[in-house]
């Protein structure tokens, strides 16, 4: 018994941070108390002995089952995920000083609607980086992907919190900026690319990108990887190689997919700064273009 009540405290001195975890990533009260509910129930049926950390085993069992719930929602068609992601924190829920503080930050309503563009993989990749400081090298095995196709989710994340205020004015000057790059690229004019991609630009591509364009190396794939910084190489990776790429707004924003057999098979996401494209994200994961709203423009 003695055992079970420190067991059952220790819990309770985590349930602040796991409830801030849990209601960040699910914007939702109710869910976030299942999901922590959840995670006592599978550390009672643990052998706590085998545990080195207790903080971070919750925290990585909150967040697993978040990911679960996310893309339950997907299948629960009865469900308004616009009506549970807009729910604000309970104020009827007892909150002591410390779980106040957790969520007293980044829990508006404009993060919550943004957030709510973003895929389920992004989500946790976001929030438990950005906003908790988990490394990437522990978040990766909770959402199955490497630890760079994890920086590159919470940098897609990232860019996306960062441009929720974007307006109109701001999306007109990034279409024209990446209607000139998919141009060039299409042309093949390796200057011109050049022009466009600033000094400091970095390339992300997900693990599906790279495995399928070194497959296909020999039939003109550009030679994508992980991450790419140097902006020569980004230019010649793209020259002559867009033709059957097209315009398209991707969550919104501007962006480049490639459609085949009536569905998109590649998204291009990008981040522009004072003109210059400073980060491209590649998409190719099936599940992670599912999640995306791609409206190809004409």
């Known amino acids: 018994m003695a055992d079970n009540d420190w067991l059952a405290d220790k819990f309770q001195e985590n349930r602040p941070h796991l409830r801030a975890v849990a209601y960040r990533i699910l914007g939702s009260n109710g869910e976030a108390d ?7 129930l599978r550390l009672s049926r643990s052998d706590t002995g085998r545990i080195e950390n207790l ?15 996310l893309r ?6 009865e469900e308004s995920l616009q009506e549970n992601i807009l729910e604000m924190p309970d104020k ?20 919550l609607v943004v957030l709510r563009t973003l895929t389920p993989a992004e989500r946790i990749a976001f929030v438990l980086h950005d906003l908790f400081s988990l490394p990437f090298e522990e978040i990766a095995p909770i959402v199955g992907r490497s630890e760079p196709a994890v920086r590159q989710l919470a940098s897609r994340a990232r860019r996306r919190v960062q441009g929720g205020g974007e307006n109109r004015e701001d999306e007109g000057k990034k279409r ?12 093949g004019h390796f200057d ?41 190489a980004i ?30 098979r590649l998204a291009f ?29 004409a």
């Open 235 to 264: 230019a010649e990776a793209f020259k002559g190689r867009a033709v059957g790429a097209q315009l398209a707004l991707i969550n919104g924003s501007v962006g480049t997919t490639w459609i085949g057999g009536g569905k998109p």
């Open 34 to 40: 299942d999901a922590v509910q959840e995670a006592w």
């Open 55 to 69: 903080g971070g085993w919750l925290t990585t069992v909150v967040a697993r089952v978040c990911l679960d719930m």
């Open 192 to 232: 011109a690319l050049l022009q466009l991609l600033d000094p400091k630009i970095r390339l992300y591509a997900d693990d599906t990108t790279v495995k399928m364009t070194a497959a296909n190396q020999g039939k003109g794939a550009p030679p994508f990887q992980s991450e790419m910084q140097d902006n020569r």
């Open 269 to 297: 996401l990008f981040s522009i700064e004072n003109g210059k494209i400073t980060e491209i994200n590649v998409v190719m994961d099936p599940e992670d273009l599912e999640a995306m709203r791609i409206e190809p423009l």
């Open 176 to 187: 024209e900026v990446v209607s000139a790059f998919l141009t060039a690229s299409r042309e």
């Open 72 to 77: 339950s929602r997907k299948t629960r068609k």
């Open 92 to 111: 009827s829920h007892a909150l002591n000083p410390a779980e106040e503080a957790l969520l007293a930050d980044s829990v508006g309503s404009a993060l």
